[in-house]
T-cell receptor, first 116, second 112 residues
Protein backbone atom coordinates (compact mmCIF):
# COMPACT_ATOMS: atom_id res chain seq x y z
CA UNK A 1 0.00 0.00 0.00
CA UNK A 2 1.58 3.26 -1.19
CA UNK A 3 -0.56 5.47 1.03
CA UNK A 4 -2.01 7.31 -1.97
CA UNK A 5 -5.76 6.89 -2.29
CA UNK A 6 -7.69 7.29 -5.51
CA UNK A 7 -11.43 7.22 -5.94
CA UNK A 8 -13.38 5.87 -7.66
CA UNK A 9 -11.58 2.75 -8.85
CA UNK A 10 -13.81 2.43 -11.88
CA UNK A 11 -15.91 4.97 -13.74
CA UNK A 12 -18.15 4.36 -16.71
CA UNK A 13 -19.70 7.30 -18.48
CA UNK A 14 -20.89 8.50 -21.85
CA UNK A 15 -19.33 10.79 -24.42
CA UNK A 16 -19.87 14.47 -23.72
CA UNK A 17 -20.13 13.99 -19.99
CA UNK A 18 -17.97 15.39 -17.19
CA UNK A 19 -16.31 13.41 -14.40
CA UNK A 20 -14.17 14.15 -11.38
CA UNK A 21 -11.38 11.92 -10.15
CA UNK A 22 -10.14 12.30 -6.62
CA UNK A 23 -6.74 11.73 -5.06
CA UNK A 24 -5.55 11.87 -1.47
CA UNK A 25 -1.75 11.99 -1.19
CA UNK A 26 0.35 10.23 1.41
CA UNK A 27 0.33 11.90 4.78
CA UNK A 28 2.89 14.69 4.73
CA UNK A 29 3.31 14.82 0.96
CA UNK A 30 2.81 18.26 -0.55
CA UNK A 31 2.91 17.42 -4.25
CA UNK A 32 0.33 15.63 -6.32
CA UNK A 33 0.94 14.45 -9.88
CA UNK A 34 -1.60 13.19 -12.40
CA UNK A 35 -0.81 10.70 -15.14
CA UNK A 36 -2.85 9.14 -17.92
CA UNK A 37 -2.09 5.65 -19.13
CA UNK A 38 -3.65 4.29 -22.29
CA UNK A 39 -2.66 1.21 -24.26
CA UNK A 40 -1.20 3.13 -27.17
CA UNK A 41 0.32 6.10 -25.34
CA UNK A 42 1.93 4.61 -22.27
CA UNK A 43 2.22 6.64 -19.08
CA UNK A 44 1.74 10.34 -19.86
CA UNK A 45 2.34 13.10 -17.34
CA UNK A 46 -0.57 15.54 -17.14
CA UNK A 47 0.01 18.02 -14.35
CA UNK A 48 1.63 18.56 -10.94
CA UNK A 49 0.44 20.60 -7.98
CA UNK A 50 2.56 21.57 -5.04
CA UNK A 51 0.98 22.89 -1.85
CA UNK A 52 -2.06 24.14 -3.72
CA UNK A 53 -0.26 25.73 -6.65
CA UNK A 54 0.27 24.40 -10.15
CA UNK A 55 3.95 23.46 -10.45
CA UNK A 56 4.40 21.71 -13.79
CA UNK A 57 2.24 20.99 -16.78
CA UNK A 58 2.53 18.17 -19.26
CA UNK A 59 0.29 16.91 -22.03
CA UNK A 60 -2.97 17.96 -20.44
CA UNK A 61 -5.88 18.76 -22.74
CA UNK A 62 -7.80 22.01 -22.34
CA UNK A 63 -10.90 19.93 -21.54
CA UNK A 64 -9.09 18.66 -18.47
CA UNK A 65 -8.38 20.66 -15.34
CA UNK A 66 -7.10 19.95 -11.88
CA UNK A 67 -6.79 21.59 -8.53
CA UNK A 68 -5.29 20.90 -5.15
CA UNK A 69 -7.24 21.88 -2.07
CA UNK A 70 -6.01 23.23 1.29
CA UNK A 71 -6.14 19.75 2.78
CA UNK A 72 -3.82 18.73 -0.11
CA UNK A 73 -6.20 16.34 -1.79
CA UNK A 74 -6.50 16.86 -5.51
CA UNK A 75 -9.20 16.49 -8.11
CA UNK A 76 -8.86 15.97 -11.84
CA UNK A 77 -11.85 17.18 -13.83
CA UNK A 78 -12.43 15.75 -17.29
CA UNK A 79 -15.14 17.35 -19.40
CA UNK A 80 -16.69 16.89 -22.84
CA UNK A 81 -15.45 13.34 -22.69
CA UNK A 82 -14.51 11.51 -25.85
CA UNK A 83 -14.01 7.82 -26.52
CA UNK A 84 -10.27 8.42 -26.64
CA UNK A 85 -10.24 9.62 -23.04
CA UNK A 86 -10.80 6.07 -21.88
CA UNK A 87 -7.69 5.22 -19.89
CA UNK A 88 -6.23 4.54 -16.48
CA UNK A 89 -5.63 7.74 -14.56
CA UNK A 90 -2.98 7.62 -11.87
CA UNK A 91 -2.26 10.02 -9.11
CA UNK A 92 1.12 10.14 -7.41
CA UNK A 93 2.50 12.14 -4.53
CA UNK A 94 5.86 13.25 -3.27
CA UNK A 95 7.00 14.99 -0.14
CA UNK A 96 8.47 18.05 -1.82
CA UNK A 97 7.92 20.15 -4.89
CA UNK A 98 9.76 17.84 -7.21
CA UNK A 99 12.85 19.98 -7.54
CA UNK A 100 14.98 17.55 -5.60
CA UNK A 101 16.33 15.09 -8.09
CA UNK A 102 16.41 12.25 -5.57
CA UNK A 103 12.77 12.65 -4.67
CA UNK A 104 10.52 9.60 -5.02
CA UNK A 105 7.00 9.32 -6.33
CA UNK A 106 4.35 7.16 -4.70
CA UNK A 107 1.49 6.09 -6.96
CA UNK A 108 -2.09 5.24 -6.23
CA UNK A 109 -3.81 2.25 -7.77
CA UNK A 110 -5.55 4.34 -10.40
CA UNK A 111 -9.02 5.09 -11.70
CA UNK A 112 -10.13 3.17 -14.77
CA UNK A 113 -12.25 5.48 -16.91
CA UNK A 114 -14.40 4.01 -19.64
CA UNK A 115 -16.16 6.39 -21.99
CA UNK A 116 -18.91 4.69 -23.99
CA UNK B 1 10.60 13.44 -23.97
CA UNK B 2 12.19 10.57 -22.14
CA UNK B 3 15.98 10.68 -22.29
CA UNK B 4 16.50 7.00 -21.68
CA UNK B 5 16.55 3.98 -23.97
CA UNK B 6 15.53 0.51 -22.84
CA UNK B 7 14.83 -2.77 -24.61
CA UNK B 8 11.12 -3.29 -25.23
CA UNK B 9 11.04 -6.68 -23.58
CA UNK B 10 13.16 -9.25 -21.80
CA UNK B 11 12.65 -12.75 -20.56
CA UNK B 12 14.10 -14.52 -17.58
CA UNK B 13 13.79 -17.84 -15.85
CA UNK B 14 12.59 -17.98 -12.29
CA UNK B 15 15.32 -18.00 -9.65
CA UNK B 16 17.90 -16.61 -12.07
CA UNK B 17 19.43 -13.12 -12.01
CA UNK B 18 18.08 -10.49 -14.37
CA UNK B 19 20.02 -7.55 -15.74
CA UNK B 20 17.85 -4.79 -17.16
CA UNK B 21 19.88 -2.24 -19.14
CA UNK B 22 19.22 1.45 -19.66
CA UNK B 23 21.09 3.93 -21.83
CA UNK B 24 21.08 7.60 -20.93
CA UNK B 25 23.86 9.13 -22.97
CA UNK B 26 22.66 12.74 -22.45
CA UNK B 27 22.73 12.54 -18.66
CA UNK B 28 24.09 15.60 -16.89
CA UNK B 29 26.07 15.77 -13.69
CA UNK B 30 23.15 16.37 -11.35
CA UNK B 31 20.66 13.95 -12.91
CA UNK B 32 19.60 11.07 -10.73
CA UNK B 33 18.80 7.69 -12.27
CA UNK B 34 15.55 6.26 -11.00
CA UNK B 35 13.92 2.90 -11.61
CA UNK B 36 10.25 2.19 -11.18
CA UNK B 37 8.23 -0.86 -12.02
CA UNK B 38 4.59 -1.41 -12.78
CA UNK B 39 3.03 -4.73 -11.89
CA UNK B 40 -0.08 -5.78 -13.83
CA UNK B 41 -3.15 -3.72 -12.89
CA UNK B 42 -1.21 -1.57 -10.43
CA UNK B 43 0.37 1.86 -10.33
CA UNK B 44 4.12 2.19 -10.75
CA UNK B 45 6.23 1.65 -7.67
CA UNK B 46 9.65 2.91 -6.77
CA UNK B 47 12.46 0.38 -7.03
CA UNK B 48 15.78 2.17 -6.59
CA UNK B 49 17.70 5.30 -7.52
CA UNK B 50 21.30 6.47 -7.66
CA UNK B 51 23.62 9.23 -8.77
CA UNK B 52 27.12 7.89 -9.29
CA UNK B 53 27.81 4.93 -7.05
CA UNK B 54 26.22 1.51 -7.23
CA UNK B 55 23.25 1.13 -4.92
CA UNK B 56 21.65 -1.84 -3.20
CA UNK B 57 18.33 -2.23 -1.45
CA UNK B 58 16.06 -5.09 -0.54
CA UNK B 59 14.43 -5.10 -3.96
CA UNK B 60 17.34 -4.75 -6.34
CA UNK B 61 20.78 -3.40 -7.13
CA UNK B 62 21.63 -0.53 -9.42
CA UNK B 63 24.94 -0.60 -11.26
CA UNK B 64 25.93 2.73 -12.80
CA UNK B 65 28.62 2.94 -15.46
CA UNK B 66 31.65 5.04 -14.67
CA UNK B 67 30.74 7.60 -17.36
CA UNK B 68 27.10 7.46 -16.15
CA UNK B 69 25.83 7.04 -19.69
CA UNK B 70 24.25 3.72 -18.86
CA UNK B 71 22.97 1.79 -15.90
CA UNK B 72 21.72 -1.69 -15.11
CA UNK B 73 19.00 -2.77 -12.75
CA UNK B 74 19.83 -6.13 -11.25
CA UNK B 75 17.24 -8.46 -9.79
CA UNK B 76 19.32 -11.08 -8.05
CA UNK B 77 16.80 -13.90 -8.16
CA UNK B 78 13.78 -13.32 -10.33
CA UNK B 79 10.44 -14.52 -9.06
CA UNK B 80 7.12 -14.73 -10.87
CA UNK B 81 6.06 -11.65 -8.93
CA UNK B 82 8.82 -9.64 -10.61
CA UNK B 83 7.03 -9.83 -13.96
CA UNK B 84 6.32 -6.18 -14.69
CA UNK B 85 7.21 -3.21 -16.86
CA UNK B 86 10.42 -1.60 -15.62
CA UNK B 87 10.99 2.09 -16.24
CA UNK B 88 14.35 3.81 -16.17
CA UNK B 89 13.95 7.55 -15.61
CA UNK B 90 16.24 10.54 -15.33
CA UNK B 91 15.34 13.04 -12.70
CA UNK B 92 16.52 16.45 -13.83
CA UNK B 93 16.28 19.68 -11.93
CA UNK B 94 14.71 22.87 -13.16
CA UNK B 95 13.52 26.01 -11.50
CA UNK B 96 9.85 25.17 -11.81
CA UNK B 97 9.92 21.77 -10.28
CA UNK B 98 9.98 18.85 -12.59
CA UNK B 99 8.02 15.91 -13.75
CA UNK B 100 8.88 12.30 -14.18
CA UNK B 101 8.93 11.39 -17.84
CA UNK B 102 8.19 7.72 -18.37
CA UNK B 103 9.27 6.03 -21.55
CA UNK B 104 7.80 2.73 -22.74
CA UNK B 105 10.00 0.76 -20.34
CA UNK B 106 11.05 -2.89 -20.52
CA UNK B 107 8.42 -5.58 -20.13
CA UNK B 108 9.99 -8.39 -18.11
CA UNK B 109 8.53 -11.85 -18.39
CA UNK B 110 9.57 -14.46 -15.83
CA UNK B 111 9.23 -18.08 -16.85
CA UNK B 112 8.64 -20.79 -14.25
Amino acid sequence: DSGVTQTPKHLITATGQRVTLRCSPRSGDLSVYWYQQSLDQGLQFLIQYYNGEERAKGNILERFSAQQFPDLHSELNLSSLELGDSALYFCASSVGGGAATNEKLFFGSGTQLSVL
Amino acid sequence: DAKTTQPNSMESNEEEPVHLPCNHSTISGTDYIHWYRQLPSQGPEYVIHGLTSNVNNRMASLAIAEDRKSSTLILHRATLRDAAVYYCILRFADNYGQNFVFGPGTRLSVLP
